[in-house]
């Protein structure tokens, strides 16, 4: 199996590299799934001379197979997430070929084991633009009940907040787990996510490989993860 893997690893490199366009793979830790059979890809490709612009192959994805994305460390979530939730969809709404055990996973370079692993993502719902989870909960209270729900934001100048408070990258883990203790009061802990839709993509599975650390212990994620434009979010009169 490692040989396998390390041949799909080269697969990737020379199926997505050409002149102009190129996919790098987002380099993270942390992450145990490292072997998945039945698989097809799709690539989202960083443009070298079009910045802007993102192109996606889609081409020998099967619908009945577990999903590999391969998706370039240096795109930004706003270009990113938009393709996301359109495979999704493609994926969910075909029932003809629908196989409930596929699952949806982004690849990622391990440094930890200097080779592919897998994140799973099948159950997340990519809530874009003009969304955010402290509005979210604000609106819909009967949701929460016997749910400590934390709003956790990842900024676009690196910054994090915890339920609007602020915290260093490094104390956040503990962070979580001593908000959760003191304040739960015997109700589950669920973090709800939130990236700036101009972090990178690199950035985003830094963030989150970060925040999976925390689970466990009657602390949850949500499936629910907000990308959002600042500018589109209400004024609170607070800060995020």
Not at 23 to 43: G, Q, R
Not at 115 to 131: A, P
Request: hydrophobic share 40%; with cysteine; glycine share 2%.
């Amino acid at each position: 199996m490692k040989k396998l893997i390390l041949l799909f690893l080269v697969i990737i490199s020379l199926a997505a590299c050409s002149k102009n366009k190129s996919v790098l793979l987002p380099e993270a830790t942390l992450v145990d799934k490292t072997e998945i059979t039945d698989i097809s890809s799709a690539y989202l490709f960083y443009n070298l001379e079009e910045k802007d612009t993102v192109e996606l192959n889609r081409k020998n994805l099967i619908i009945s197979t577990n999903w590999i994305f391969n998706i370039d460390k240096r795109l930004k979530l706003y270009q990113v997430i938009p393709s996301i939730k359109m495979l999704q969809k493609k994926k969910d709404s075909n029932e003809m070929h629908k196989n409930e055990n596929a699952r949806n996973f982004f690849s990622v370079n391990n440094t930890d084991i200097k080779n592919l692993s897998f994140i799973d993502f099948t159950k997340t719902e990519f809530i874009f633009d003009d969304g955010f989870s402290k509005f979210y909960i604000d609106d819909n209270p009967e949701e929460f009940k016997g749910i400590f729900p934390i709003t956790v934001n990842f900024k676009k100048d690196g910054t994090i907040t915890l339920n609007q408070t602020p915290s260093d990258r490094d104390e956040l883990v503990d962070f979580i787990k001593e908000f959760s203790s003191a304040s739960a009061m015997g109700r589950t802990t669920v973090l709800y996510l939130n990236f700036d839709k101009h972090l990178t993509y690199q950035e985003y599975i830094t963030d989150l490989t970060l925040v999976k650390t925390a689970i466990g212990n009657s602390i949850n994620l949500s499936p629910m993860q907000f990308i959002y434009d600042e500018d589109k979010l209400p004024d609170c009169g607070c800060t995020l």
